[in-house]
Structure formats: structure tokens, C-alpha cells
């Protein structure tokens, strides 16, 4: 039988850090929870009514306030995209410049006119 002799190094400070969960903080969109006001304030309050039978804990009404922020003043990221009339009409310019790309520029007025859209465009 041999003896080996190693050397092991240990982060400690990682692997503490693996184990700990940070919690990140919910960011929440107060302009939104400001319209929603009243709707939040009734959620709110009958979850609480169905936890005033059990014993309510500062955990708990944190984590309820947590969850119903989040649900209701979501910081917009759910919002669908809404295309404004600039960049349909940029689209617009894009496509027909794409057009006039394939066709090579057969004329001196086309070639012109693609460089000129293609300036425009690429503002």
C-alpha cells in the first residue's frame, strides 16, 4: 500500500455561497399597482381573511404582500410589443430596399434610389 500526499484547496467562501438562496427583492411597477389600487387592496384583503385562522406571522405577511405586488404591478415585461407607426413605416422602406438589392441596381435611378433608402433606413 502507498501513501499519497495531495494538497486540496477549499473555497469556502463559494460553497457557503451555493448553499445560501439569496432572495433578489420583487421589482414591482408602482404606477401600475397605483391604478390597480383598490382591485390590490381586495385581493389583499381576503387573503388575509383566509389567514386570520391560522397564525399569521411576519414571514407569511410579507410573502403575501410579495405575491399579490408581483402579480399585479409586474415590471412590464409582459407587456405585448407595440409596433409605432415609425417603425412600420421603417419596415416598409426596409422591405422595398431589400427588393431593390436583388434586383442589382439594373438602371442608374434604381441604384440611386437604393442608396438613397438605404441611407434612410439605416438612421
Known sequence: MRMIRARIEINSRLERLKRIQRKRPIKTNTEILEMHKEQFQLEISNRFNA???????????????EEEAERFGKNGKDKPNEKLEEDMEIERLDEK???????????????????????????
Open 51 to 65: 389567514l386570520e385562522e391560522n397564525k399569521l406571522t411576519i414571514e407569511t405577511f410579507h410573502k403575501v404582500i
Open 97 to 123: 430596399r431589400k427588393t431593390l438589392k436583388k434586383k442589382e441596381g439594373e438602371t442608374t435611378a434604381e441604384k440611386i434610389e437604393y442608396t438613397e433608402l438605404n441611407k434612410l433606413v439605416k438612421k
